[in-house]
């Protein structure tokens, strides 16, 4: 075993540094005290201090013995024994003839020109302190911060990562499998460049990973890392921009520096929009920081020395800001999408997270999959993750389905807010608005399967329905919007008929923004509107400082006019849909909110069982009657939210 030591002793490679420059000017400080005494000492004689008159009417009285005469200072003894010492007076040439003829021994001393050094010593030495203190603070600043030291403004942040403990390889990338493939050839270009070379090919000098949030592009890069066998450096975007002017350029001079010495080797930037955003967007000066800072790295890239043997892998989600020149073949010659993963994807995805976690027998990550369309990977682990804790809060030793669920509807609607009281007119009103939802849905064969209908409050919501889809949509069709403003328009037409005109609600706000703005993409962006015809009207622009503006670029006053009223006449026309189906089926629409006031919540299956047969199976729960007449009114604020993939044609979930 070994023994602690304090690490301000000394051991086989000396004193400490700090302990070591101290103790140096320590010892000069006391030098210099020792000097000072010195010579102070020597340069004044001992003695009682008094006035030239004095002195010259004692040499009268026979009073001095001897005294010894300097140019500034005249020292001697009494008769007595008593020393003593006063100021010459210059003009007085008759001072020796007094001591001749009283008798007084006398003799004369040297100019003490140390004096002088002594005094520029003492007056100095404040200043040589203040010096010696500030250059030994500066040097341990410079070899303790190394590139974040004081003189390290211009050092590249790069990291190089060398960690064993988790590693991340190729076979912890799941759902991804095309843009994968893009970067194990890469790698394996790294590991035999020979297979490639005597073909011909020559290394990619840069891979862009684009991709929306969560879908994996970091765990890409870290799985390169730990599969390529070589020096692997990583940096933000963020870490290049200073305060001070040139230090942008000069962290990325330094960064391939770096990695020329440790060639063939990989840089991987992250966030990469935050310093290769186009250029000529200076406020007031076009030659800012930023941009000096993508100069540089366009040159390093790809100018006229060549960087052999060094591969940038960047990543961002905002590959439309990013200049023209970064994206060129010869410094980025792919661009691999990372996307949204599919079923197959997810299903995978969730395999990966769910080795981590102690699962019951009942668990099918398939199913999951299914229910849980647009998940990227980082929401896929976050739901995991929650149904973990949640079997962790729930006293369980495995997680179940059950856990899962619960996570996924947390996740996508929100967390329950039982605690939030509520009157019996705001539940009754919030219970039709959602059956109005539900069974316009039911009702609509174009619209994706009811998956749960609540009026438990979750979130900023009082009630919602969740629909989900039973596949993966990557376009949508007509039937299937109007389906969709139908299901919308579902909620405010139930509180009409049941409640009356003047008693709606503000709760259907989000649904009438939902339905505006599906109505307007339909009518200026997808040429869904036979008046108008396939034309775009509007496009999304990015604004000042990257701010989306959404503009209309054709159309008369007239044809404005024609595109509010096509908006207008598609949301009338889904308020009308719904109307009918509610008017002739206001018997179901009664048993399906008196079945949400008794059980509070209903999945898929329930409501259709309900709707068939008229009543519901809970074999655990006792069954009580749902199907009674309902009077009355109130005027609750009962919101609601969408659920499943975000976006402009994302499913309602309400």
């Known amino acids: 075993m070994s023994e602690s030591r304090d690490p301000n002793q000394q051991g086989p490679e000396g004193p400490n540094p700090w302990i070591r420059s101290l103790m140096i000017w320590g010892g000069v400080f006391l030098a210099l005290v020792m000097m000072i005494s010195m010579f102070g000492g020597a340069g004044q004689s001992a003695g009682t201090e008094i006035g030239y008159s004095a002195f010259r009417s004692q040499v009268e009285q026979g009073l001095v013995k001897d005294v010894a005469i300097a140019p500034d200072r005249i020292t001697g003894t009494l008769k007595n024994g008593e020393p003593f010492t006063t100021t010459p007076v210059a003009t007085d040439t008759r001072l020796t003839e007094l001591l001749d003829e009283n008798g007084v021994d006398y003799s004369g001393t040297a100019p003490e020109r140390m004096n002088i050094w002594l005094a520029i010593l003492v007056q100095s030495l404040p200043f040589i302190l203040i010096l010696g203190i500030a250059f030994f603070a500066l040097r341990q600043v410079q070899k303790g911060g190394g590139a974040g030291g004081a003189m390290g403004f211009g050092k590249s942040k790069a990291k190089m990562l060398t960690e064993k403990q988790g590693r991340v390889t190729f076979d912890d990338v799941a759902g991804i499998d095309e843009a994968r493939e893009e970067l194990e050839e890469i790698v394996e270009f790294l590991r035999d460049p020979s297979r490639f070379s005597k073909l011909g090919g020559q290394i990619p000098k ?122 060129r073949p010869g410094r980025f010659d792919r661009q691999v999408v990372v996307p949204i993963p599919d079923i197959d994807g997810r299903e995978k995805i969730l395999g990966v997270h769910m080795k981590k976690v102690p699962l019951a027998p009942d668990v ?65 009103m919030t219970a039709y608005h959602e059956a109005g939802h539900a069974l316009v849905g039911m009702n609509e064969d174009a619209s994706d399967p009811i998956h749960k209908a609540t009026i438990i409050p979750r979130g900023r919501a009082l009630g919602m329905v969740m629909r989900l889809p039973e596949r993966d949509n990557y376009s949508y069709h007509r039937d299937k919007m109007h389906a969709d403003l139908a299901v919308a328009m579902g909620g405010r037409v139930a509180e009409e008929l049941i409640f009356g005109h003047s008693k709606v609600s503000s709760g259907a706000s989000s649904d009438i923004q939902y339905a505006t703005k599906l109505a307007r993409n339909m009518v200026t962006k997808w040429g869904m509107s036979e008046k108008l015809g396939p034309l775009q009207y509007e496009e999304q622009n990015e604004g000042y ?31 009308a849909r719904a109307t009918q189906i509610l008017t002739t089926q206001e018997d179901k629409l009664h048993l399906l909110a008196q079945a949400l006031l008794e059980y509070e919540t209903l999945t898929g299956d329930e409501i259709k069982q309900l709707l068939d047969d008229g009543k519901i199976d809970r074999p655990s729960e006792p069954q009580k009657p749902v199907l009674r007449p309902v009077a009355g009114s109130a005027i609750p604020k009962a919101g609601r939210k969408f659920g499943g993939p975000k976006g402009d044609e994302a499913p309602l979930g309400a």
């Open 545 to 575: 400082l990257g701010m989306g503006q959404s503009m209309r670029t054709m159309g008369s006053d007239e044809t404005n006019k024609l595109i509010d009223s096509e908006i207008k006449s598609l949301v009338e026309g889904a308020h």
């Open 206 to 327: 840069g891979a862009l990973l684009v991709g929306s949030p969560g879908t994996g592009k970091t765990l890409l890069a870290r799985a390169i890392a730990g599969e390529a066998g070589v020096p692997f450096f990583t940096i933000s975007g963020s870490d290049f921009v200073e305060m001070f002017v040139g230090v942008g350029a000069s962290r990325v001079r330094d960064m391939f520096e770096q990695a020329k010495k440790n060639a063939p080797c990989i840089v991987f930037i992250d966030e990469i929009d935050a310093v290769g955003r186009s250029r000529g967007h200076g406020l007031g000066n076009s030659n800012d920081e930023r941009e000096q800072t993508l100069n540089q790295l366009l040159v390093e890239m790809d100018g006229f020395e060549a960087n052999e043997g060094i591969i940038i892998i960047a990543a961002t989600n905002r590959p439309d800001v990013l200049d023209p020149a970064l994206l």
């Open 364 to 428: 099918n990550p398939r199913t999951i999959a299914r229910g849980t369309p647009g998940f990227s990977g980082a929401d896929l682990a976050n739901l995991v993750n929650e149904a973990a804790l949640l079997a962790a809060r729930r006293n369980k030793r495995l997680v179940a389905m059950q856990e899962f669920e619960d996570a996924k509807d947390k996740v996508m609607m929100g967390t329950e807010r039982r605690s939030m009281v509520m009157t019996d007119d705001e539940k009754k």
